[in-house]
């Protein structure tokens, strides 16, 4: 997950700088991409409170995880 949130970090600060109108629908894509795989890993995360056996707090803490929408 962190890696998700830090590449969309630095989608986020690119975007500004970015001239090329084909380079700034790739990164649109690849973060709305990433927007999709931060879903399906809340998802996972929201699955596994219930499972038995598994700490909370690291379940917890990837649920939290997911929910921001960036490092910066």
Do not use: N
């Not at 600060?13 to 894509?29: E, H, W």
Request: proline share 4%; charged share 25%.
């Amino acid at each position: 997950m962190g890696k998700v949130l830090s590449r969309r970090s630095q989608i986020h600060a690119q975007l500004p700088r970015c001239r090329d109108a084909g380079l700034i629908r790739r990164l649109q894509r690849e973060l709305e991409r990433m927007a999709v795989r931060q879903a399906e890993v809340h998802a996972v995360g929201l699955a596994l409170r219930s499972t038995p056996g598994l700490d909370p707090f690291g379940v917890a803490f990837l649920v939290e995880l997911c929910r921001r929408h960036s490092l910066a």
